[in-house]
């Protein structure tokens, strides 16, 4: 079903960074000065995670057995609760099991805030296992930013997933994807399913902070939950008590920890609804999937794939087609001025993105900081406004003579990514796909002469620079671009500079530079030649934005040209596909499309992907309903209509 208009969440545009929650301490125990209330019992985080929520869920008996599990936390503090999910989800993971953790948070703390509480835990610096999870979840703490984020414990097989909004706005955000909506009254979005197994209540106290226990905010975490589904809590308090049992929860009263004489658990009484025909169960998911294009995207769906054990095989049938095959890249976010479903895009692109590149390694990611100057006037007012009001902290963006320093972005070494994306996936180098199609519940990619090459329930189609039937419809712009590497002095790169060019060094004694921008005539061929005189204009650009480093050039060493394409809103385009193959659809039909990343492909790709591979498997999307339906390439048909109505000439 979708959800009627007049019903669909509103997206609520936020400025700066989110409300802190001013934590004060006393005698040892951290407070919230905003809400005047503790963290944690007495007792500690520690233990009232395990007594109160672990236990209070039923855990980890309740996951026993199953190929996911879904837990929903409001309130995820210092990620003590988590912590302790995740050392108890180590210990008794079924084999080949998902996790998705799903936290909510409307007062994030920074990392050193969390660090402090962190060391007050005895256990998390003594136990060599939970410091090891204490450390890794410190050193990859959530930025302070509105809007959702996802990091993957790739070998513990859990995924934690945190909305920073406040409980309604973000509760009201999942509901909305059971299916999504599209407040733009553009498209609908990419149908999607959440459903909670386990609840954990952990917000400050009711009388404190009664917004997070009102009787709308527990009828939507019913409306969330799944059939047999259990929340706990360290709040008794009647109405929160009557309140569940209104929707459908049998609350109980169970002995408490230290001090507190109560706790509360509840388990669902009544079914919940069903799930559609259409939507893959996740307890038995798809053993085997395909992805069409070996670019950064296809590589990045098969590395979603492979997260969750998905056999892929990939078809590519140029092995170096587009840009993602240049041997160097700088990786940073494109950040409006205002709040937007692009900006939320672009945010939790380039903090998934940066997750990901620095687990995979050095080698093929270094945190260099990145200078981004303006291009022109437009730019650096838009610059200006950033930094009135930056949608990040100062450990993550410094604003001054016009710039904007990007502290945590930097260099991509795709020559070590792409095989690293790929280490686990069949690679067909040689094999071009001319069509595809659904049969019999799975997806047939055939080559040009109608051979069939592989079938799989799944399909993921990235076909990068070099298009594909279903977006020759597309308003698709296709940019040839020149990068060129010459000698150099190394001297002058104190932060890598972007702006109408960029540059980063090879290695000591060798930069790369570019790159130009080409719009191509239609029908031009899927490979880009270089040009002495793209050659020029690179180090003539590269002059105007870092002329120390232009200065420092020696000898010409080589150059390469790759073709993106991109779509003039400056967004993808990310949906599913019909069963035929030739057409978009609202349906999950276990196939979908990215496309159109234009120069931001090393940003926004990690998450695309995880989101598509997500969507498919009717697991927690990591886009939020909003950025969804943005994306969708059903938008220019929507828009075309509105323009153009039927019966109009």
């Not at 988590?82 to 008794?92: P, Q, V």
């Not at 509105?146 to 999942?174: D, F, K, N, V």
């Not at 080409?518 to 690179?538: H, Q």
Request: glycine share 10%; aromatic share 8%.
């Amino acid at each position: 079903m979708h959800v009627r208009r007049k019903d669909r969440p509103a997206f609520s545009p936020r400025s700066g960074t989110p409300p802190d929650p001013q934590i004060i301490w006393r005698d040892g125990n951290p407070e919230s000065a905003l809400f005047g209330d503790i963290y944690a019992t007495r007792a500690g985080a520690l233990a009232q995670a395990r007594a109160v929520f672990l236990a209070g869920c039923d855990l980890p008996h309740a996951w026993a057995g199953r190929r996911s599990f879904t837990l929903l936390e409001l309130g995820f503090g210092a990620g003590i609760n988590f912590l302790a999910t995740l050392d108890l989800w180590r210990s008794h993971r079924p084999p080949g099991a998902i996790l998705h953790y799903l936290a909510i948070e409307g007062f994030p703390m920074n990392a050193a805030e969390a660090r402090r509480i962190h060391t007050a835990e005895p256990e998390l610096g003594e136990l060599p296992g939970l410091t090891e999870l204490s450390e890794s979840l410190l050193r990859r703490w959530p930025a302070q930013c509105h809007g959702l984020q996802r990091l993957w414990y790739a070998a513990e097989g859990l995924c934690l997933s945190l909305m920073i909004a406040p409980a309604l706005e973000a509760l009201a955000t999942l509901a909305a994807s059971d299916p999504a909506s599209d407040p733009a009254g553009e498209t609908e979005p990419p149908e999607a399913r959440f459903r909670a197994d386990a609840v954990f209540l952990d917000g400050f106290s009711p009388s404190k902070n009664p917004e997070m226990w009102s009787p709308a905010l527990l009828s939507m975490i019913a409306a969330l939950c799944a059939a047999d589904a259990r929340v706990a809590s360290y709040s008794v308090a009647g109405h929160v008590r009557r309140a569940l049992s209104e929707t459908g929860f049998e609350p109980l009263r169970a002995k408490g920890l230290a001090t507190k004489k109560q706790r509360l658990v509840a388990r669902r009484a009544i079914p919940s609804s069903p799930r559609k025909a259409t939507e893959p169960a996740p307890d038995s998911p798809p053993a085997r999937a395909i992805v069409i294009g070996g670019g950064i995207a296809g590589a990045c769906a098969a590395f979603a794939f492979a997260l969750r054990g998905v056999h892929v095989t990939v078809f590519d049938a140029l092995a170096e087609p587009g840009a993602s095959f240049n041997p160097a890249a700088l990786m940073h976010p494109r950040l409006d001025a205002i709040d937007s479903p692009a900006r939320r895009l672009h945010l939790a692109g380039f903090l998934y993105a940066r997750d990901l590149y620095l687990e995979i390694g050095k080698d093929a990611y270094e945190e260099t900081g990145i200078c981004v100057q303006p291009g022109h006037p437009d730019e650096a007012l838009r610059f200006a406004k950033l930094a009135a009001a930056p949608p990040l902290g100062p450990e993550w963006l410094n604003f001054g003579d016009g710039a904007i320093l990007h502290r945590r972005c930097g260099a991509v070494r795709p020559p070590i990514l792409l095989p690293a994306l790929l280490a686990n996936a069949i690679i067909h180098r040689s094999r071009p796909i001319g069509s595809i199609m659904r049969m019999d519940g799975e997806w047939r990619a055939f080559a040009p002469d109608g051979t069939l090459c592989a079938s799989a329930p799944l399909l993921v189609l990235a076909p990068g620079a070099r298009g594909h039937a279903l977006t020759d419809d597309l308003p698709v712009d296709r940019i040839a671009g020149q990068v060129d590497w010459a000698e150099w002095s190394g001297e002058g790169l104190s932060f890598p500079p972007a702006g109408e060019r960029y540059a980063v060094a090879l290695d000591a004694r060798t930069l790369m530079f570019g790159a130009t921008f080409d719009r191509l005539p239609a029908g031009s061929g899927d490979l880009a030649a270089t040009s002495a005189e793209a050659s020029a204009r690179n180090r003539d650009g590269l002059m105007k934005v870092a002329p120390i480093l232009a200065a420092g050039l020696g000898k010409h060493l080589g150059a390469r040209a790759g073709i993106r394409a991109a779509f003039a809103d400056q967004l993808p385009a990310f949906g599913f596909l019909d069963e035929s193959g030739t057409n978009f659809s609202e349906k999950n039909h276990g196939g979908a499309i990215i496309a159109g990343l234009g120069s931001r492909g090393f940003t926004l790709a990690p998450l695309l992907a995880e989101a598509a591979v997500s969507l498919l498997l009717g697991e927690p999307s990591p886009l939020e309903p909003v950025v969804l339906a943005a994306l969708s390439p059903l938008r220019f048909a929507a828009r075309a209509r509105r323009k153009y109505p039927p019966g109009t000439n």
